[in-house]
């Protein structure tokens, strides 16, 4: 079941990125859904059920579990998988206890949580939007917009500003509500036992954000969304010997807007066997290699399939910390991300 992404905020589930049939092709069936998103989905609303856009994830893997014979698919062999704030989404799905037995695996990448993520944050995010769009966060007031109206308000309270500024990037996304999802994603899987029974595929591209900003700002940012919080749930994971395959994308792009970088997004079309799909010339550059598709595709249909991406890709452990780069020729490294580790996380060799 895949989730899109779209920083919690925007996205389609019809992109044709997004397209079943090489996995089909392979014997995979894909569901990939849509969901309430950004105020609709994620805003606190005094009158409203919190997490809505995670009520519809949840709805969407119980439909499947009850539906998915019919185009056939096994119940019993769901993979959650998703990338960017779809890679958000699945990190969230392992933290909430409502969605337990809905799956038994999950793909989590180049995934982004809010950070922070407790009921707190998500009233003064609330209290934020009432003073800026001068519309009561609340339901009653905001059911008779149109979705022009609710997107405008949406770009009111994402735009520019000192008091915008004092804000994390992601504030209309899954938080920690107390009840659907008992405490923040990060504590969860990283301190708690959420997910500890699901074998877990994790991972980032190279330069996720490094186009965002120059130099040493868009690398910072790439490294503290992401790089970082990878190796800190792996680690976590590996010292309890939880089942965890993580990878790192390393294939640079030729296109002229983000030539030399492995940016984000960039692995997906590589995930899904489309480099033909419209669009992937203008990201990724002319002729990207097909033997790099077929690699990394075949590695997440063995993942679904058989829970194991291949012998080539060996778990990841605090031993030897063994990662699979994926490149024209791919290969698994140990510790690759050494000093990632040792600069956000504290843990040395």
Partial sequence: MWIHGGGFVAGCSASPWYDGTAFNRDGVVLVSLGYRLGIEGFLHLEDSPDNRGVLDWIAALRWVRENIAAFGGDPDKVTVA???AGGGAVQTLLATPAAAGLFRAAISASGAVMRPQGPEFAATVSE???????VPATAAALQSLTDEEILALQGTLNAPGPDRDALPMLVLAPFADGALIPEPVPDALIAGAAGQDIPLMIGCTAHEFNAVAEGETGRTLTDKIFRAPVLALAESRASRDLPTWVYQFDW????PAFEGLAHHCVDLPFAFD???????DKALGEAPPQQLADAVHTAWVAFVRDLDPGAAWPPYSTERRETRIWNTESRTERDPLRSVRETWLGTET
């Fill in 82 to 84: 998703g990338q960017s």
């Fill in 128 to 134: 934020f939007f009432t003073a800026r769009a001068g």
């Fill in 252 to 255: 640079a792009a030729t296109a």
């Fill in 274 to 280: 489309l480099l033909g799909a419209e669009g992937v």
